[in-house]
């Protein structure tokens, strides 16, 4: 599959903990987004890097997160003092060249309990 | 500020019904409109995009930007057709052009 790929798939973690997770962009697409989406809602976005520099942050985004693209290639989010709010599926997503169309990943499932 | 709303949540028709999925923006400038799919277990995918102005799997859409809206439709709904639609707008010169996304309508087509 040389689409977007997210992993884990799945993670459970006791509120409190850290957990990290890991987008692989498709090669050579240098935009990547991340976004969060829970129940019943669309996806909302969290954070942009452009290679390796994050551009643009949403307010979603509290200080308990942060998000590194080292690189310019993968990406990972890290979420820090999970709290069960936190729970929902976390997307990445990357563009490439000229073109406005977001390739998506599977997404990471994140349970806190 | 920009916002995508999509009023109906669920929609269900009959198989070879005509098949209407509402969604209305809003933004200050000029927006690009997109539909994504989502099939059950497989990943957001683009559908179509306004400025294609194509048809896809039989889906087309048009931009009217007097009423804001960037309805999808479909002559004869297929089963397959079944899945969750997310309308989105993606702002142009927005830095990032980042996507904001309505809630979403499960299109549900039954035989």
């Known amino acids: 599959d040389t689409g977007v790929s997210q992993n884990p798939r799945h993670k459970i973690t006791k509120r409190g903990q850290n957990v990290t997770f890991r987008c692989d962009p498709i090669?050579?697409?240098?935009?990547l987004y991340w976004y969060r989406q829970t129940l019943g809602q669309g996806p909302e976005f969290l954070t942009y890097?452009?290679?390796?520099?994050?551009?643009?942050k949403s307010r979603l985004l509290s200080d308990r997160f942060s998000a590194e693209r080292p690189k310019g290639s993968f990406s990972t989010l890290e979420i820090q003092r999970t709290e069960q709010g936190d729970s929902a599926m976390y997307l990445c997503?990357?563009?490439?060249?000229?073109?406005?169309?977001?390739?998506f990943g599977q997404g990471t499932r994140l349970t806190v309990v | 500020a920009q916002r995508v709303t999509q009023p109906e949540k669920l929609l269900s028709v009959f198989k070879g019904a005509p098949v209407e999925l509402k969604c209305n923006y809003s933004?200050?400038?000029?927006?690009?409109l997109f539909w994504y799919v989502q099939y059950s277990r497989q990943r957001l995918q683009l559908l179509l995009r306004?400025?294609s102005r194509e048809s896809i799997k039989g889906f087309t859409a048009d931009l009217n930007k007097g009423e804001t809206s960037f309805h999808l439709k479909k002559p004869f709904a297929q089963e397959e057709d079944s899945a969750m639609y997310y309308c989105?707008?993606?702002?142009?010169?927005?830095?990032?052009?980042?996507?904001?996304f309505g809630p979403g309508t499960r299109l549900s087509v039954l035989p």
């Open positions: 997503a990357t563009k490439g060249g000229n073109w406005n169309e977001a390739f």
């Open positions: 090669s050579e697409h240098n935009r």
């Open positions: 890097f452009q290679n390796e520099a994050q551009l643009e």
């Open positions: 933004y200050s400038g000029s927006p690009e």
């Open positions: 306004h400025i």
């Open positions: 989105a707008l993606s702002g142009l010169g927005n830095y990032g052009q980042n996507f904001v």
